[in-house]
């Protein structure tokens, strides 16, 4: 098999990446371990910020988004007795989208398999090798029990962290950066309509809360627990309880509704540098991890593949190395930048049961309430800054 771009992982940032790729005439084959039935039911991040709204639309993949999706125009942040609007248009001119990224994966592999480039799930034994020269290869065997030979000119690791494409950058001398959080999140799906029009993100005594949705049908709410939590002690009358606690606002209540998923999420922050080593390239999970309070994992992949798209069809068609040699700083510009962010909604929100942190939380919250400077910058980090 012979193709110039071999692509290992098929979640969201490889076939966005193949799909990309193909619209500027550069072929790829796209490599999964799962089957396709695994791929589209993992359920994961449900929040897009504008820029990743815009790629998928301008690829072609934006019809059942714009058709299904819903437009959010800002956020609550809530504490007890008090919830207050960010409007994001006003402070920032954007807005994101709720939309899950079960189905962008779905939306993603629909055009891939009409008439894109190869996708084969269910694959095994993959090796990268001779990354450091022009003429690297994958050798994997496919889903009949077949060894193939995968000739390319370039390797993109989109297969996240456990996948093996980092371990073959770091074995080259990288580091990594990493941060365990003391809590988790348990999150449900829920056959209730949102009782909110935007999203909530509630400190409370007693634990963080996010109010979110994935339908005008359908509610997605979280929880932060304890990482030892079991989800078999959670039932469901016991979540609901503690989502009324926590969202307690007078005059309003949590709409309930049968509990058709619930799990639990522990939370940390991990970067891996560099994201490239010859001509393997690194993007989304497998070069960075974030916890989910800022909403920057999905975006953060569609970013990594939006510089990487471009950089590799620099490379293949005009045979310029600037791009490809700029990218793991360009695109760690702007994993740390997100980090951060994701860092500071997590640790201004999430309760340690310590009184001191407790008054400065709600010092921020208070700050960014009252303050247009402090409301903007939020809004900016929230809905996206500029893909350089």
Same mark, same amino acid.
């Given at each position: ?57 301008? /690829?072609? @993949? !934006? ?11 800002? +956020? &609550?942040?809530? $504490? %007890? ?102 809590? /988790?999140? @348990? !999150? ?11 999203? +909530? &993100?509630?400190? $409370? %005594? ?102 990487? /798209? ?79």
């Amino acid at each position: 098999m012979r193709t110039q771009v071999a692509i290992i992982g098929a979640g969201p940032a490889g076939l966005l990446l193949s799909r990309l790729l193909a619209l500027q005439g550069v072929d790829s084959v796209v490599l999964e371990n799962r089957s396709r039935v695994y791929v589209e039911a993992r359920i994961r991040a449900g929040i897009l910020e504008q820029h990743t709204v815009d790629t998928l639309t301008d /690829a072609g @993949l !934006g019809d059942r988004l714009h058709r299904e999706g819903l437009e959010h125009r800002g +956020i &609550y942040l809530q $504490h %007890p007795g008090t919830r207050h609007k960010l409007d994001f248009p006003e402070l920032c001119g954007r807005t994101v989208w709720v939309y899950g990224q079960t189905e962008v994966t779905k939306d993603l592999i629909e055009a891939q398999l009409d008439g894109g480039p190869p996708l084969l799930f269910e694959v095994s034994d993959v090796t990268l090798e001779d990354v450091d020269s022009d003429s690297p290869r994958v050798r994997f065997t496919d889903a009949d029990g077949v060894a193939q030979v995968l000739e390319c000119d370039v390797i993109a690791g989109t297969d996240g962290f456990h996948g093996v494409s980092r371990p073959v950058v770091q074995a080259a001398g990288g580091r990594t950066w990493e941060r365990t959080y003391p809590y /988790a999140w @348990l !999150g449900i799906l829920a056959d209730a309509a949102p009782a909110t029009d935007e999203l +909530i &993100y509630a400190w $409370h %005594p007693e634990g963080f809360a996010l109010y979110s949705m994935r339908s005008p049908t359908v509610s997605r709410l979280y929880l932060q627990v304890d990482p030892a939590e079991k989800i078999e002690d959670w039932s469901d009358d016991r979540i609901w309880d503690a989502l009324d606690t926590r969202f307690a606002l007078e005059g309003w209540s949590v709409n309930r509704g049968p509990v058709t998923d619930k799990s639990i999420l522990p939370m940390r922050s991990f970067v891996s540098s560099p994201m490239r080593r010859g001509r393997l390239f690194l993007a989304g999970d497998a070069a960075h991890i974030v916890p989910p309070t800022g909403a920057k994992g999905l975006n953060l992949a569609v970013a990594d593949v939006t510089l990487l /798209a471009r950089a590799l069809v620099r490379l293949l068609t005009e045979k310029r190395t600037d791009l490809v040699d700029t990218y793991s700083d360009r695109a760690l510009a702007r994993v740390w930048r997100c980090t951060h962010f994701s860092w500071f909604m997590t640790s201004m929100l999430h309760t340690s049961g310590d009184d001191f942190d407790a008054h400065l939380q709600l010092s921020q919250l208070r700050r960014i309430c009252s303050s247009e400077a402090a409301a903007r910058e939020l809004a900016e980090n929230y809905t996206g800054l500029p893909v350089g």
